[in-house]
């Protein structure tokens, strides 16, 4: 039955709303929108001041996220989609933490404006008979169209991006162990006021990319820890190797100091 002169929702909306109290779990692994492998600069080997303090991991949710979310993420907020995956992460936090766009970044952002202008005139004079050949028939200038991603679901519910923003910000500072979907339905409904049974369905989703996120960054920053005490083990057992060594010449030359006395008293015995 509609709920509130809503249309009907989908089976699948459904089969979500019955579901509230399911722990938030990751999907399995092979079953499509997993992690991503990285291989770039690790929050620690960013410079200094680049990202504010805290966000460690936001960056590495992020850059374990595909190329195409974040690129999508930086369309929605009017941002140049190019660059290096670590890149696209430090343009999104820097954005979203309210930060001006670093030196490169103000070139490309000034380039992708320009190229963007150029677009929607080349699209203005085809639409008015201006581009190759007649074009289609003169009309009113249409304004520059959403994209899909920028749009709510039509009942002034969240966008995409802002329900993107909001769900990996809710994964990110959970406690899993006792989180349930519930949980995020009732954060979504209490700050947004107004959300479809589509838009529920979707924050599920992302918050299943989210967790793998989430827990792909958690385990790199396990091996990390892993690798600076196994480098700290290796550090005391050379350094304790080293005294024991110093230890050992040392008496030796200790050893070669008494002996030289014991002949020299004898010389002077036998003198």
Known sequence: QARGG???PAEGDAAAEDDDDAPLVAPKRGGGGGGQAFSGPKFEELPEGLLPEGKALQYSALVHTTVGDLRKMLKQVDMPPTGEKHELAIRIIRELSGLPPTAEDAVLIEEYKVQRQEAHERKMRFFNGKGRGKGRPARAEPEE???EDDEGDGRGGPSKVELRTFVTAFINTSDLATTRLRDLNQALENTFQSISPKALLRARKLAEKALVARQEAELEQ???GAEAAEGGDEAEVTAEEDAE?????????????EAEGEEAEEQEVEG
């Open 6 to 8: 809503d249309e009907e």
């Open 145 to 147: 169209e959403a994209s």
């Open 222 to 224: 396990e091996e990390g």
């Open 245 to 257: 060594a110093a230890a050992v010449e040392g008496g030796e030359e200790d050893a070669a100091a």
